[in-house]
C-alpha cells in the first residue's frame, strides 16, 4: 500500500511538471490531455485517475508553484519592522530572484502572462489572482502605514497610493523582465530599478 501511495504521488508530480512545461510551450487552451499524459509518459486514463479536467490540473499546476506575489512578502517584511521600506525593498528584489532562480516560478509566471486564455474553467485563475493582487495591495499599504508612522515614507504620500503605485510597478516589471528573454531591454537593470522605486518613496 505505501508503494502503491508513492507511485500515485509521484505520477501526480509528474503530471503537474509535465502539464507546466505543455502549458507553457503550447498555450493552455493548446495543450490537452493527451499532449501530458505523453510528456509525463503514462496513459491518458492515468491523467483522468488524479484530476477531473484540464481545469483542475491547471489549478493543481499553479498551486504546485509557489507564485511570489503574495506567498514572501509577510517574511520579508516582518524581518524590518523598523524599517519597513526596507521590507518592501526587499521583497520586491526576492520576486525577481525567484524569477531568475527557479525555472518553474519562471515558467508559471510566463504561463500565467502569455500563454492562458482567461475562459471556461481557467476563468476561476483570473479571480483568483485579482484576489491575491488585493492581499497584496493590503499587505503593502500596512507597511506603507507603518514607514509613514516611522516618518520614513515621502512627506505628503498616502499609504494606499504608495501600495497601488508599487503594485503596478511589480506587475510591469515582472512583465518586463518575462519579455526580455535576450536581456537586453531591463533584465540586468531589474535591481537598479527596484531600488530607485523605493527610493522615491522614502522622505528625503
Request: include cysteine; charge should be positive.
Amino acid at each position: 500500500m505505501r508503494r502503491s501511495k508513492a507511485d500515485s504521488l509521484k505520477t501526480r508530480q509528474a503530471l503537474l511538471v509535465a502539464a507546466r512545461h505543455e502549458f507553457a510551450r503550447r498555450g493552455v487552451s493548446r495543450t490537452s490531455m493527451e499532449h501530458i499524459a505523453r510528456a509525463a509518459g503514462v496513459t491518458r486514463g492515468a491523467v483522468y485517475g488524479h484530476f477531473r479536467d484540464k481545469g483542475a490540473l491547471f489549478q493543481a499546476m499553479r498551486e504546485h508553484v509557489k507564485v511570489p506575489l503574495v506567498d514572501v512578502i509577510d517574511a520579508a517584511l516582518l524581518d524590518a519592522p523598523d524599517r519597513p521600506l526596507d521590507g518592501v525593498q526587499r521583497y520586491l528584489l526576492a520576486v525577481v530572484e525567484a524569477m531568475r532562480d527557479i525555472p518553474a516560478t519562471r515558467e508559471t509566471f510566463h504561463i500565467l502572462l502569455f500563454k492562458c486564455e482567461y475562459v471556461g474553467d481557467v476563468k476561476v485563475e483570473l479571480e483568483r489572482q485579482a484576489e491575491r493582487v488585493g492581499e497584496l495591495v493590503e499587505k503593502l499599504e500596512r507597511a506603507f502605514r507603518a514607514a509613514s508612522r516611522l516618518g520614513q515614507l515621502r512627506a505628503r504620500m498616502p499609504a494606499r497610493m504608495a501600495a497601488l503605485e508599487t503594485a503596478a510597478f511589480l506587475m510591469g516589471i515582472v512583465r518586463l523582465w518575462l519579455l526580455d528573454e535576450a536581456g537586453t531591454l531591463m533584465r540586468r537593470e531589474a535591481s537598479r530599478l527596484i531600488r530607485a522605486h523605493v527610493a522615491t518613496l522614502r522622505k528625503a
